[in-house]
Structures are given as C-alpha cells and as structure tokens.
C-alpha cells in the first residue's frame, strides 16, 4: 500500500497535511502493518520477531467506524501491544505460554464505545442513567438543559473560516457565564438548536485568539479547530511532536534501586499481584485502570464523592474489577490514607491536571521519595491532554480539545464536505479510550523493565499525541471510496458541530445494531450476575485473548460506581 500527500482542494483531501491511501487493506493486514510502525517508533519495546509475528489479528475486511482516520486499526494495534508485553512478563514470572496474541479488529472497533455498551437487565442507551441503581455524579448534565449540552460544541470565531472546540466541561454555567449567557436564559431557550444559535452567537463576537485567552484566564478547556498541519506547526505541536508515543523512562537522578521481584500468585494472568492507584475521573485513565485490572492487577480506585464525574462510566467495563474508595484530600485523615496507598503500590496513575496533584503532596517526586524510603521502585504516569512539557502542558482539557487540536475533527469536517476549517466530533470517544490503552501499554513496559532493570519510572501519555499518531503520514488515511463503503454497509445518521459525544455514541450503536453484525456477537462482551446495577450486567469484555485461557485478561469482579468501598489497603502481597 502506498500513501499520497494530497493539496488542500483535492476532492479526496481531508486538510492540509494529511496523507490518504491509493489503496485498500483490510482491516486485519492493514494492523499488521501498522503494529510494526508503532513498535519500531517505540522505545523499550521488544524487537522480539516471534512476539510481533505471533499477532494474530482476526475480522472483517471494513472498519465499523465511520471517517477516514484509521482509529479501529491503530486501537486494535494497541491492544495487540498490551498483549505482547504481558507475554513477556509472563515469561518472566515463568510461566510457559505460548508467544500469539490473538486480537479480534471487529472487537477493538466497539471498543471506544465502552461507556455506551451496557445492558442491565435488558435495558440499554441513555435509559442506563434513569436506573436508580446507578448514582448520578452530574446534575448540570442530568437536568438535560440544551444550554448545558450546547456549551460543549464547536462554534465559528469571528475569524471567517476558523472554528474553536468549546467545552463546559465539568462547570458549563460558569463557562457560559464568561460568554456573557446566565443561567435564567435557560427559562426560554429549550431546544437544542436554540441554544446552539444563541452560544454561536456569542462566541461569533471573539476572534480565535481572544478566546483562547478567554478560556486559559478562565482556567476553561478549548481548542482552535486545527488541521492536522497546523497543529504540528504550532509550538505546542512542536514540542508534543518530540516525544515518542509510548513516552516512559527510568528516573536516573535518584538512586537505582535492585529490580523488583514480580509477585508468585496462583492467578496466572501477567500483572496478577501489581499494585495500581487509579487517581483519575472521566475517561481515559480510568479505561487504562480497567485494563490493567483485567490482566491482573489489583486497582483501587481513588475519588471524591465532592467532585463530579462521567456517569456512564459507572455500569461499563471501565470500572470493572477495581475497588473504589472515596477520600477527600482536604481531610488530614483521608490524605494519610492516600499516603498509605502511595507507600503500598507499585504503581500510581493519575489522570488530573498535569502537577495539580503534586501541589497536594501526591507528585511524582512524593512517589519516588516513598520508594526510595521502601527501597522498592515505583512507576508513576501521568495522562492529560497535552503532554508532558510545553505552554499547554497543565491546560485542561478533553477528549474533543484533543480532537479539535490534533486535526481529528478538521478532517472530520472535511469527510463530511464542510468548509475548510469547519470541525466535526469523530464518532466516539475514541481518542479517551485508546489513550486508556496507551496509558496502559506505557504502564505495563515500565512494570516489565522494573523487573528487569530495576529503578523507578516516569511515563506520561496524552490525548492529543494519540490524535497525532492516527494521522500520521505511516499511518495514513482511508479514500472517500473505502469511507463510501463503510457508510454504504452501516447507514450512519450523519452529524455536524453542534453534536454532543454522548447522543453521537448512542447514534453509532443504533447504526451497528440495524446491521446485525457485531452487536450480536456474544464472544466480545461479558456479563455479571448479581451486579449492584441489576440481576444481569452485560458489558464489553477485554480485546486481548492468549491461547491459554489460564493468562487471558478477564475481570473477577463486576462494575460498581464510583466511592463504592470503604477504605482498604492492598491486599496482594509483594512476592
């Protein structure tokens, strides 16, 4: 397959710097291909050949999901990588096991609607949330107030042609306010296309750059709807760029410490025994929490039952296998308990605002100076928006941020044949829940190279590098004949800027059930009994699948929603 770069105004053009195939793989070859350019891009990861050939990607030849960007393929290639380094840690525990991974694309491809594929007891969509079995942590959102889900939408600026991300993230009237729209307007504007009009309206009185500043004053998340180019043109861009995708490395500038014995437990899946602290809300570190609780690891689940957080999470398999505690740092008591998971675990991942937990005395170097103390390493990886450094690093920021300024949603528009500069959400929240795998991935290769090399490690990942990665030129984008194909096969309900992820989700899994096709395969989910959100909970099951179902990924326990458990401590023993 070859790839060709295509001027802006090509009718095959998706926006300036993007790069469409001449012709078609499917999707099973097309992974293979791609899982050999992320892992050589990858440093630390194996160049062990038999690991890599012994990917057996299996599905149909068409994506399920719609547009050009390749985001079945490059997830279904990330998981395939969480499978081979679980193989190596396995190998590492000892255990004898063959070298295949066996990775279904149709299955990766309903993963980045895990928090819409959910059935308790026969109900399933938005019903979910009408259970009262399932404990709302939104009221804002809960009150289906159009203004409320308008002030997450993507609006012209003033600059003719330049279209900007709005996200009222979890404090919509606050963010409205600053626009100059209170909360008494939410008497007389009651349709969605009303408040659409009326936010449009406002946000039309800002150029681009003022409200950029508008929103870094008013600590706010948004983004300039960029073009995958212009986005790689801007510093931050620029800076994001410099860092590879799976981004960990031994911390050199504290004392190395001897590697760390992996644990000896009769549970033979690869992080059986690893103890995790998922610091983290909405999405995409909790999907790398659940991940990891899948392959084995022991997760308990930090949060506060003051903050809000993304309710669908709660019944999906993102919040499977993990214990879930609530603690309220601005308690002494609490922030001692805090402490004292920090002291136990061998990993802590944190998916706030980048150095937000440090200024409580959670940071990495807290984390290293606890592992020190114990004389055990410790891996800690962070998960955000933007990366690691540079001038956006500690901006807020979300799923659709990262979209509008990677140049996901700008090609998106251009899929859908809207003006240049116009962007349109990708279909789900993709880039949230593959950079749970990313997140994932990043932790397992630092677990495996602890054992190995010993020391302690640092990894960070982010949203919008996840963005960059699926439009890189190595990647490549689908032509408007295989899209044509996609769309011919699943007749999506086609959507504009005005759209909220959640409803667009909801759209997508009517269009996969109208197919009969991989909503009807029972192999790609698992259900619960006796859950506490009903008699039968039927969720996504985990992608990666070994030849000895002994080490396969699998939950030992249901979903439960947030602050679910009393406090514990770790209950797996170090060896």
Not at 28 to 38: A, G, T, W, Y
Not at 204 to 224: D, H, K, N, P
């Amino acid at each position: 397959m070859t790839l060709t770069a295509l001027s802006n105004g090509s009718e095959a053009d998706y926006g300036p710097g993007t790069f469409v195939d001449t012709s078609f793989t499917p999707v099973p070859e097309e992974c293979s291909r791609i899982l050999r350019v992320l892992a050589k891009k990858a440093p630390g990861f194996t160049k062990n050949e038999a690991l890599i050939t012994g990917v057996h990607f299996e599905g149909a030849d068409l994506p399920i999901i719609p547009g050009p960007i390749k985001s079945q393929a490059v997830t279904a290639v990330l998981h395939a990588m969480i499978g081979i380094v679980g193989i190596e840690i396995l190998q590492l525990r000892g255990i004898k096991t063959s070298t295949t991974t066996y990775i279904n694309t149709d299955h990766a491809g309903l993963y980045p609607a895990t928090p819409g594929l959910v059935t308790v007891d026969g109900i399933t969509g938005p019903g979910i949330l009408n259970l009262p079995t399932v404990p709302q942590w939104d009221k804002d959102r809960q009150s289906n107030s159009p203004l409320v889900y308008r002030a997450t939408a993507i609006y012209e600026t003033a600059d003719r042609g330049t279209w900007f991300q709005l996200h009222g993230s979890l404090d919509p009237w606050k963010l409205l306010k600053v626009i100059g729209i209170n909360k008494d307007k939410d008497v007389e504007v009651r349709t969605n296309d009303a408040a659409y009009a009326l936010i449009g309206e406002r946000v039309r009185t800002y150029r681009a750059r003022e409200i950029e500043q508008l929103m870094v004053e008013g600590g706010f998340s948004g983004s300039i709807v960029y073009s995958p180019k212009g986005w790689r043109d801007t510093e931050m861009g620029q800076r994001l760029a410099r860092h590879p995708l799976v981004n960990y490395a031994q911390q050199k500038y504290c004392p190395v410490l001897p590697p760390a014995p992996l644990p000896r437990l009769e549970d033979k899946r690869p992080l059986a025994g690893i103890k995790v602290v998922e610091l983290a809300r909405i999405i995409a570190g909790t999907a790398a929490g659940a991940l990891l609780a899948s392959m084995g690891a022991e997760v308990i689940r930090v949060n506060s039952s003051k903050l809000k957080d993304y309710t669908p999470a709660q019944p999906s398999s993102l919040m499977a296998g993990k214990t879930t505690i609530d603690l309220d740092l601005n308690d002494p008591t609490d922030h001692s308990r805090l402490m004292q998971l920090f002291e136990e675990a061998d990993v802590i991942l944190q998916g706030y605002r980048l150095h937000s937990l440090e200024r409580r005395g959670f940071g990495l170097h807290a984390a290293l100076e606890l592992a020190n103390k114990r004389g055990k390493g410790i891996i800690y990886v962070d998960e955000n928006c933007y990366g690691p450094d540079g001038c956006y690093a500690e901006r807020p920021g979300w799923q659709q941020v990262a979209d509008a300024a990677a140049g996901s949603s700008y090609v998106m528009g251009q899929y859908f044949r809207l003006p240049p500069g116009q962007g349109v959400l990708p279909s789900l929240p993709i880039s949230d829940m593959s950079t749970g795998a990313l997140t994932a991935l990043t932790i397992m290769c630092a677990v495996r190279d602890r054992y190995v090399k010993g020391g302690s490690y640092h990894g960070h990942c982010a949203l919008t590098a996840y963005d960059m990665a699926t439009l890189d030129p190595d990647v490549g984008l689908y032509s408007r004949d295989v899209v044509q194909s996609i769309q011919d096969k699943y007749q999506f309900t086609p959507w504009s800027s005005d759209e909220h992820v959640a409803p667009l989700y909801y759209s997508i899994l009517k269009a996969w059930e109208r197919a009969e096709s991989v909503m009807k395969n029972e192999d790609f989910f698992v259900t619960f009994s006796d859950s506490v959100f009903g008699s039968q909970l039927r969720v996504l099951a985990p992608i990666v699948r070994y030849t000895d179902e002994e080490c396969s990924p699998r939950w030992t326990s249901p979903p439960v929603p947030f602050c679910h458990h009393k406090f514990r401590s770790f209950l797996s023993t170090s060896t």
